[in-house]
């Protein structure tokens, strides 16, 4: 199969700018759809405001939005998140919302994900076939998410979940654990790493992330089915921070946050105190398995961490730049 034309909604976020852009490098017609006109139209002019992506202002929580803007797509690409501390209320009304449009006008949805539902790690690496046993409060929610998105009561909408780890690129942001940090990098001021620096992690670079979730979707038999999108293999902190550090000229302080210090912050940043609870990946990683993505769809595409934090890190000092 070829996509004909793609939706995104979501399209200012981390993950959703990641695969517009990958998507429009590819040539296929566009519809970034996302709530706020002026970031649609500051992503766009990024971009080079191409002629292929059309902007789509509306509520992702409403379903005839999304169908009032869709015209012609026949993928739908769900990159809208909700904040961490409003992930339980708000994470299954969205996922529903986007579902009814895809089932009303008949379309694929390729749902982005993150690997909260596996629980902690009885493999490694992690493949799709791991057990779901998740003990947060989070990845029970996300659990419930993976369960309806492939519920029975979807009869013409089809749907693959994406699965990543922690990723980081020009387009991440606070929804990421690594995203304010390399941003603090990046503008010379004092950062915070979430987590344990010294246990190497898995990361994924977003642009990289971008083109193999794009590939899947074009694949009819990866529908019904969960997909692993591995990263380019593991990393500690200390190691992120000297590269990124290298790459910005700055020398600023980068000060771990483990149990005490965010929920301390989480007394002022409700998604700090949200996130204690998955302080576990940070001392016991989990690695992804990239093996059935090899075998169905293509290769796994790693950029080296060297060259993607480099690029990251320049991507965001030209941003604010242009900012000041």
């Known amino acids: ?85 409003q992930m339980h209320s708000k994470l299954i009304p969205l996922g529903k919302s986007v579902m009814e449009a895809a089932e009303r006008l008949a379309v694929k949805v390729v749902a982005i994900d993150g690997i909260y ?70 503008a010379g001021k004092m950062a915070f790493f979430i987590g344990n620096m010294h246990v190497p992690r898995e990361y994924v670079f977003l642009p990289d992330a971008a083109a193999m979730i794009t590939e899947a979707a074009g694949h009819d ?29 700055s020398s600023k302080p980068v000060i771990p946050l483990k149990k005490i210090g965010l929920s301390l912050l989480g007394m002022g940043v409700p998604v700090m105190k949200e996130i204690v609870e998955m302080l576990y990946l940070t001392e016991e990683p989990l690695t992804l398995s990239g093996a059935k993505y090899e075998k169905w769809i293509g290769p796994v595409i790693a950029t080296p961490f060297q060259e993607g934090i480099t690029a990251t890190v320049k991507a965001l000092q030209k941003a604010n730049a242009s900012l000041q």
């Open 1 to 85: 199969m070829t996509m004909n034309k793609a939706m995104v909604v979501g399209a200012t976020g981390g993950t959703g700018a990641a695969i517009t852009e990958e998507l429009v490098k590819r040539g296929i017609p566009t519809i970034a759809f996302g709530r706020s006109r002026q970031k649609l139209e500051q992503f766009a002019a990024r971009l080079g405001n191409p002629e292929h992506l059309e902007l789509a202002v509306g509520d992702a929580m409403r379903p005839e939005d999304i169908i009032a803007h869709a015209g012609g797509a026949d993928v739908m690409f769900h990159c809208a998140n909700v904040p961490y501390h």
């Open 117 to 186: 539902p596996y629980g902690r790690r009885q493999s490694d690496p992690v493949t799709e076939e791991h057990p779901k046993q998740p003990h947060t409060k989070k990845g029970k929610v996300r659990l419930e998410f993976e369960q309806m998105l492939f519920d029975k009561r979807w009869k013409k909408a089809k749907v693959m979940i994406v699965r990543l780890p922690d990723y980081y690129g020009p387009t991440a942001n606070e929804a990421s654990y690594l995203g304010s940090t390399l941003e603090a990098i990046a």
């Open 221 to 249: 038999t990866a529908y019904g089915q969960n997909w692993n999108i591995p990263g380019g293999g593991l990393i500690s902190g200390r190691e992120i921070v000297r590269v990124a550090r290298t790459a910005s000229g």
